[in-house]
């Protein structure tokens, strides 16, 4: 599967962005998804991911209640609302699939199998 993530740009603090990770030569409803950051200096850091099948979401802890992860498979695509931005949110923004890795994997970068190219998010206070 080939993803494209999308959606990034500037943003004020307290506002709101919709990243979108967009797949082709498969789909993504067969595919667990998870989203990752990595901001300057730092290491990469995941964020969220939905599970296929049972479609369970996780969430870090940093951005639990203000990020939520969802799909649409009529799309081929997964989102990623995220609201009351900070600008600790600011970073490069990657989205990743796997066809096998079940929840309590898939904050782990190296099992993911496809990724995308990232998007730029840059949050202004």
């Known amino acids: 599967v080939q993803l494209q993530a999308s959606g990034g740009g500037l943003a004020l603090a307290g506002g709101s962005l919709r990243l979108s990770c967009a797949a082709s030569?498969?789909?993504?409803?067969?595919?667990?998804i998870g989203w990752f950051r990595q901001a300057p200096g730092k290491e990469r850091e995941w964020i969220s991911c939905i599970v296929s099948d049972v479609e369970r979401t996780y969430y870090a802890d940093d951005v639990k209640g203000r990020i939520t992860i969802s799909r649409d498979n009529a799309k081929n695509t997964v989102f990623l609302q995220m609201n009351d931005l900070k600008a600790e949110d600011t970073a490069v923004y990657y989205c990743?699939?796997?066809?096998?890795?079940?929840?309590?994997?898939?904050?782990?970068?190296?099992?993911?199998?496809?990724w995308g190219q990232g998007t730029l998010v840059t949050v202004s206070s």
């Open positions: 030569g498969s789909s993504l409803k067969f595919y667990t």
């Open positions: 990743a699939a796997d066809a096998y890795l079940n929840g309590p994997l898939c904050p782990l970068w190296d099992h993911y199998d496809s």
